[in-house]
């Protein structure tokens, strides 16, 4: 969480586990209101097969207030608003069939010590294809997500650290029980500190899918990317 008056920039490229022909570009911006309040605000772009096809996909903003400040124990209520995508594969901005908006509420939290960052989070998320329409008259339009995650971080040398994720999504609603049994993000890399305000980072993903046949089956492929993060 940067501090009051601080600006962090996060910048990423990399290639999903699903598909190895597609590359994105990302950014996020957060800025620190107070000690305790933070927005940001986030994007990213794809590319297919050597820019045959060209997404913009999500904005996405996002707020964090921090309810406990302890030594060791954090704890954040946390809150989004996404638009995704913003302009799909061959298709104009905001294609009506295409974008999903979602709302986001959760908390996470961690507890820290001199190596040992353990965290922890718990979203509810919703989905709708249209933005503030909040009507069950269509329930296809609409779904409700659960989303849980876990990580560690661990410096282990004054500019090395390493960092493992594993997040979970399931989508609640009872029609989705045959296609959507729930999938699991993994990652796992590690970061270089160039300075006090500076770092690179290399990882590698997998995702993870419960099928129809009640079994875990992992996607093709690896995925990998890389990060640079900057505090002004």
């Known amino acids: 969480m940067p501090a009051a008056g601080h600006f962090v920039s996060e910048t990423s490229v990399e290639s999903h586990s699903r598909n190895g022909h597609d590359w994105s570009l990302g950014e996020r911006f957060g ?4 000690d305790r309040l933070t927005v940001g ?3 990213s772009v794809t590319e297919r097969s050597f820019f045959e096809s060209f997404a913009w996909n999500e904005v996405a903003l996002d ?3 921090r309810l406990i400040e302890d030594c060791t124990w954090k704890l954040d209520l946390i809150g989004g608003y996404e638009v995704n995508p913003m302009r799909a594969y ?3 901005l905001f294609e009506k069939d295409m974008t999903t908006y979602y709302w ?3 908390v996470r939290g961690g507890y820290v010590t001199g190596d040992w960052t353990l965290m922890a989070h718990a979203n509810f998320i919703y989905a709708n294809s249209q933005s503030f329409n909040w009507a069950y008259d269509d329930e296809y339009n609409q779904n409700h997500n659960l989303n849980l995650g876990f990580g560690a971080h661990w410096t282990f040398s004054d500019d090395w650290s390493a960092v493992a994720t594993a997040d ?3 989508v ?3 029609y989705f029980d045959g296609s959507n049994r729930g999938r699991w993000e993994l990652t796992a890399g590690v970061n270089f500190n160039l300075d006090d305000t500076k770092y690179v980072g290399v990882y590698v993903s997998k995702d993870i899918e419960h ?3 009640g079994s875990w089956e992992a996607n093709g492929g690896i995925g990998f990317g890389a990060k640079f993060g900057i505090d002004f």
């Open 104 to 106: 986001t509420m959760g």
């Open 31 to 34: 800025w620190g209101i107070t």
């Open 172 to 174: 609640l609603d009872s």
């Open 41 to 43: 605000v986030k994007t």
């Open 63 to 65: 707020a964090a207030y």
């Open 90 to 92: 061959h298709n104009s």
């Open 211 to 213: 099928t129809d046949g």
């Open 168 to 170: 979970y999504y399931k």
